[in-house]
C-alpha cells in the first residue's frame, strides 16, 4: 500500500514521457504514483526499486519525489514560515509545494519569516498539513533524568498546567505552572532542570534553580532593579503579590527571602513604603 506522507520503496511498474508510474509489492488495483521526469535517476527500468517521499501535488493527487523533506508523518520538526495567506501558514519543508500550517492548527498567529515547530498530519480532506499542536506527537524515551540540565522550545501555554515544552525538538515536558517565572512565550527556547521524570517518560521542568542557589540570584537581580529605581524601590515585602510578580518576575515568598537575605547582609534598609540601598 502506498503510505501518503512517508519514504518508502516502490517500484517502477511503467515508463512514460513525463516521467515512471511507481507501485508497492503486491499493488491493489490501479495503485501506483507518478514520479516526475526529473526526478527519474539515469538507467532506472521496470522492475526496479526506488525509495521515494509520498505527497500531493496542487491539484491534490498522490505524486512522489526522490527529495527528503524535512519532516515525515508523525515526525516533529523546525520549519519557516514563507508566506502567509489567506487559510494559514505556509512552511518550507524541502519540497517543491509548501506545507499548510492551518490557522486552526496554530498556538500563535505565525509570521513571514519567523520558525515554528510542528509535527505532519493526514486532515480530514485527505491532504498532508502542518499542526502546532505537537503533544501526541513527541517523543517519551528522553535520556534525561533528575537534575539534569536541558534546553526545549516552548509550542503552548496552559492557564491551568503551565508551559509545554518540546525538550531537544522532540521530548515531552512541562514548566509546571508554579514553576512559571518572567515573560515566556509561544515559540520561546528555555534552557531548564529536570525536577521530575515521570512514570510515563514525560519530564517535568523548573527554570529556576535549587532555592539556596535561587536565593543568591534572586537577591543580585533585587539590587539590579533598586538601582533602576535610582536606589529606592517604590514597595516593599509585604506589597501586593501582583505587583512584586509584576516588577521583579518573582513569587512573594521568593521576593522575601532574597529581600531577607540582602537586609542580612546589610545591603538595604526597608521603610514603611519602600526598600532602600544603603550606600
Same mark, same amino acid.
Given at each position: 500500500m502506498i503510505q501518503l506522507g512517508k519514504k518508502q520503496k516502490l517500484r517502477v511498474v511503467k515508463k512514460v514521457d513525463f516521467g515512471v508510474y511507481l507501485a508497492p509489492e503486491n499493488p491493489d488495483e490501479d495503485e501506483k504514483v507518478l514520479l516526475p521526469i526529473k526526478q527519474v535517476p539515469a538507467g532506472i527500468g521496470i522492475g526496479d526499486e526506488i525509495e521515494v517521499f509520498v505527497y500531493k501535488d496542487s491539484k491534490d493527487r498522490l505524486i512522489s519525489t526522490t527529495n527528503t523533506p524535512k519532516l515525515e508523518l508523525g515526525q516533529v520538526a523546525e520549519l519557516e514560515v514563507s508566506q502567509v495567506g489567506k487559510i494559514g501558514a505556509f512552511l518550507n519543508w524541502g519540497l517543491e509545494k509548501d506545507l499548510l500550517l492551518p490557522f486552526r492548527e496554530q498556538t500563535k498567529r505565525m509570521k513571514e519569516g519567523e520558525k515554528c515547530l510542528v509535527a505532519l498530519y493526514v486532515d480530514k480532506s485527505s491532504r498532508l498539513?502542518?499542526?502546532?499542536?505537537?503533544?501526541? +506527537?513527541?517523543?517519551?524515551?528522553?535520556?534525561? @533524568?533528575?537534575?539534569? %540540565? *536541558? $534546553?526545549? /522550545?516552548?509550542y503552548e501555554i496552559s492557564k491551568e498546567f503551565g508551559a509545554f515544552v518540546a525538550v531537544d525538538n522532540c521530548?515531552?515536558?512541562?514548566?509546571?505552572?508554579?514553576?512559571? +517565572?518572567?515573560?515566556?512565550?509561544?515559540?520561546? @527556547?528555555?534552557?531548564? %532542570? *529536570? $525536577?521530575? /521524570?515521570?512514570?510515563?517518560?514525560?519530564?517535568?521542568?523548573?527554570?529556576?534553580?535549587?532555592?539556596?542557589?535561587?536565593?543568591?540570584?534572586?537577591?543580585?537581580?533585587?539590587?539590579?532593579?533598586?538601582?533602576?529605581?535610582?536606589?529606592?524601590?517604590?514597595?516593599?515585602?509585604?506589597a501586593n503579590p501582583e505587583v512584586i510578580r509584576r516588577e521583579t518576575g518573582m513569587s512573594k515568598n521568593e521576593f522575601k527571602r532574597a529581600v531577607g537575605g540582602l537586609l542580612k547582609q546589610g545591603r538595604i534598609e526597608i521603610t514603611e513604603k519602600a526598600i532602600r540601598k544603603i550606600k
Open positions: 498539513c502542518a499542526t502546532m499542536n505537537v503533544y501526541e +506527537y513527541l517523543r517519551t524515551d528522553s535520556p534525561y @533524568d533528575k537534575e539534569d %540540565r *536541558v $534546553t526545549g /522550545r516552548v521530548y515531552s515536558a512541562l514548566i509546571p505552572r508554579k514553576e512559571l +517565572y518572567g515573560d515566556i512565550r509561544v515559540g520561546d @527556547d528555555v534552557a531548564a %532542570r *529536570v $525536577t521530575h /521524570r515521570k512514570e510515563d517518560g514525560k519530564l517535568n521542568l523548573s527554570i529556576r534553580e535549587k532555592a539556596y542557589i535561587q536565593m543568591q540570584t534572586d537577591a543580585e537581580k533585587v539590587m539590579q532593579i533598586i538601582d533602576s529605581f535610582d536606589g529606592a524601590l517604590p514597595f516593599n515585602d509585604k
